[in-house]
């Protein structure tokens, strides 16, 4: 089992800028990705980045490119998302994911653990 806390959100104002936490315990010691996801009112939860925890390859969506950075601490294993620039179309809540599996990490279903989310909201 896996626990996964996330931690940083908040509202700021177009163009600011905030820091998510991901703090995973439990069984972590074999963990392939985490990933980071989001869901605005209304709307599907949506991948936003993810992290392969071994290397460190990385992969994010087109509309965070160049805004966002992934990153993790493997000592503290917790997982990071840096948001820069941020739009109102930004504001949804977050949440983190893991999974031990090879996955694609952009397909949220195949995560098999979750954060409780966390909400960012993007003043215009």
């Known amino acids: 089992q896996v626990e996964l806390v996330e931690s940083g959100g908040g509202l700021v104002q177009a163009g600011g800028s905030l820091r998510l936490s991901c703090a995973a315990s439990g069984r972590t010691f074999s963990t392939y990705a985490m990933g980071w996801f989001r869901q605005a009112p209304g709307k599907e939860r949506e991948f936003v980045a993810a992290i392969i925890w071994s290397g460190g390859y990385t992969y994010y969506a087109d509309s965070v490119k160049g805004r966002f950075t992934i990153s993790r601490d493997n000592a503290k294993n917790t997982v990071y998302l840096q948001m820069n620039s941020l739009e109102p179309e930004d504001t949804a809540v977050y949440y983190c994911?893991?999974?031990?599996?090879?996955?694609?990490?952009?397909?949220?279903?195949?995560?098999?653990?979750w954060g409780q989310g966390t909400q960012v909201t993007v003043s215009s």
């Open positions: 994911a893991a999974d031990r599996r090879y996955l694609r990490v952009e397909r949220s279903y195949e995560y098999t653990y």
